[in-house]
Structure formats: C-alpha cells, structure tokens
C-alpha cells in the first residue's frame, strides 16, 4: 500500500521521467483514480487509437490492457510502446485465439466472409479481419459493411447482439464474451432500480442482453459521458467496469453516480485493467520495459484493418 506522500514523490517522478523520455501517458476509463489523474489522455478504445495514431511523443506509455498497448504499436512501429504490466488481458481477447480463427476461415473459404474484429482481440486476430471496430463506431462500421458478403463479427457475442439489433444486419457472432460485464444480471440491475426509481440507467454493449434491455442508454464508455453531461437527470445508474465513475465524477461533479452492482458485489471491477498501478507506470517508464513487439509482417496486416477503420470512423 503507498502512502499520500510516496504517492506524491511517485507522481513527481513519473512527470519527470515522462519528461526526459518524450513521453505521452495515455489511459483507459478503466484506469484507477491515481493513473487517471496523471494521464495526459484518458479515453476509450477509439480516442485513444486516434491520439496514439497523431501523438509526436516517442514514447506511449499505455496504461490501460496489452491488445490497447499493441493497437498503439500496431500504428506506430517506430516508437517505443511500454505497458505497465505484461499481463494485463483481456477475457475477450483469450476467447479468440488467431489460430483457432484461421481454422475456421480456413474451413469455411466458401462461404467469403467480411470479417469485423472488436478491437479487443490479438493483434494476430486482427491481421486476419477486414476492418476493426471499438463499441463507440460498432453500427458505423457494421453498416458500412458490403451487402454482397456475409458478416462474421469476432470476438464478443453481445456487442455484436447489439449491433445486429441496432443496424438490422445479420451477422454470425464468435461466442466470446468480456467476463466483467456479463456479471451484471437482470435481477442485480432491476433491484438497484427499485431502490433508485428516478435513476436513468447507462450501460455497455458488452452487457447481455436482459441487462441491455433494463438500461435507457446502451454506448461506450467515452459515449457515457456525453450522455451523462447531457441528461437532466441527476442519478445515474452505471453498468461498466468501475474506474468509470471516477472519469464520470471527474467530467460531472453536479451528478450522483450509482454503480452498477452485480449479484455477488456492488460493483465490478475487471482484474486485468487493475493490474497497472503508479509504482509500475514509474517502473515501465524507468526501464522502458516491458515493451510491446510483434513480427513486422502481422503488423502490416493487422494495420490496414485499424486504418480502415479510423478512416471510416472520421
Ligand atoms: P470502450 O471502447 O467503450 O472504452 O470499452 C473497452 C472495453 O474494454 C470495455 O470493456
Ligand atoms: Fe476485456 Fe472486459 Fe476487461 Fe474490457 S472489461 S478489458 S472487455 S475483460
């Protein structure tokens, strides 16, 4: 456990650092408070591919999971991409190994599928796809998807679920799903609801599909902030991974923010992105390790699937 002043020194050390480095600190929504408040950049999926795509930094210090810290080096080989902890996955990502896709485009090249990666797979994954989506320009891409092609959307069934729902095209869904969202049940989302009747209720498109259909506002966590900005409501009911809340304070202080609780806890939090703490952003900023690397051929093919996507997400 650091204590205030340690925690001060830290901070003090790790600007330094990020100073004689030409650092940029980049972070997730799902980052804790004190990596959040450091960060020059705090965001989702997309923003923060756009900001590693255009920083002039030499260095990306990525704290958020390593398919986040890969998609920044994937657009930048020739900068030093850290993470602060090597481990930090992703249960999506685990539930599509690229050789186990491969396999199955393999064995159905009759059928020619569009191939439509949620950024949180592999980059081996996403050297496979045609295009790549984040859940904030899901149905954007999903709809500028060719009529002519059947759609295959990997890795997470309830995004694409949701996407199907939202655009009315038929996609075949990769059974996989982000183990922290799926815990918010129907009955865990209905009961915080009775206790706060005039809440309005946000969720992830990660969720299932009977929380979905408890929540006004289904969008990415960068859209939950527009969303909450904009409401007249004063409680809101947040059904995502907790750091959340802390960017959602931060933005809306007048608002009174409700976790989302799941059967067993009062709020979920994703075991991966609370791996990354001060000490070892300090750490990977120090050492310039753990860095992130990948053969050259796989990132030229996982490139051209992200830049599409960016292009059409302008
Ligand atoms: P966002 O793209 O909405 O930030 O979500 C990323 C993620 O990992 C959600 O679990
Ligand atoms: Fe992956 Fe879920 Fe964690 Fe997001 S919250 S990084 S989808 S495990």
């Not at 959307?153 to 996989?176: I, K, S, Y």
């Not at 859209?223 to 009911?237: L, P």
């Not at 202080?253 to 409700?258: H, R, T």
Request: charged letters at 25%; one cysteine or more.
């Amino acid at each position: 456990m650091t204590t205030v002043a340690e925690s001060i020194d830290l901070k003090t050390e790790i600007l330094r650092l990020k100073k004689e480095r030409n650092a940029v600190i980049l972070a997730h929504n799902y980052q804790i408070a004190e990596i959040q408040e450091i960060a020059d950049y705090v965001g989702d999926s997309l923003g923060l591919s756009f900001i590693a795509r255009d920083t002039s930094a030499e260095v990306i210090a990525f704290c958020g999971v390593h398919f986040m810290a890969e998609t920044a080096k994937i657009l930048n080989p020739h900068k030093t991409v850290v993470l602060p902890d090597r481990d930090a996955g992703c249960s999506l990502e685990e539930s599509c190994p690229a050789p186990q896709l491969e396999a199955f485009l393999r064995e159905h090249a009759d059928k020619n599928y569009y191939v439509i990666a949620y950024i949180n797979c592999s980059g081996g994954v996403k050297a496979l796809c045609d295009v790549i989506c984040t859940s904030g320009n899901a149905v954007k891409i999903v709809e500028s998807a060719p009529e002519d092609r059947p759609i295959l959307f990997v890795p997470d069934q309830n995004l694409g679920a949701w996407v199907m729902e939202q655009t009315g095209r038929r996609m075949e869904l990769w059974q996989g799903a982000c183990y922290v969202h799926v815990e918010f049940t129907r009955d865990s989302i209905s009961k915080i609801k009775e206790e706060y009747p005039d809440a309005v209720v946000v969720a992830h498109p990660e969720c299932t599909y009977a929380v979905r259909m408890l929540a006004d506002e289904v969008c990415s966590t960068e859209k939950m902030v527009h969303f909450c900005k904009a409401t007249d409501k004063k409680d809101i009911i947040i059904v995502t991974e907790s750091g959340m809340l802390h960017r959602l304070k931060r933005e809306c202080p007048d608002k009174n923010f409700i976790p989302g609780p799941t059967d067993k806890c009062s709020c979920a939090d994703c075991r991966f992105m609370k791996m990354n703490t001060l000490q070892k952003l300090y750490d990977c900023l120090d050492k310039l390790s753990p860095q992130v690397e990948m053969p050259e051929d796989i990132r030229k093919r996982a490139e051209a699937p992200i830049l599409r996507m960016l292009e059409l997400s302008k």
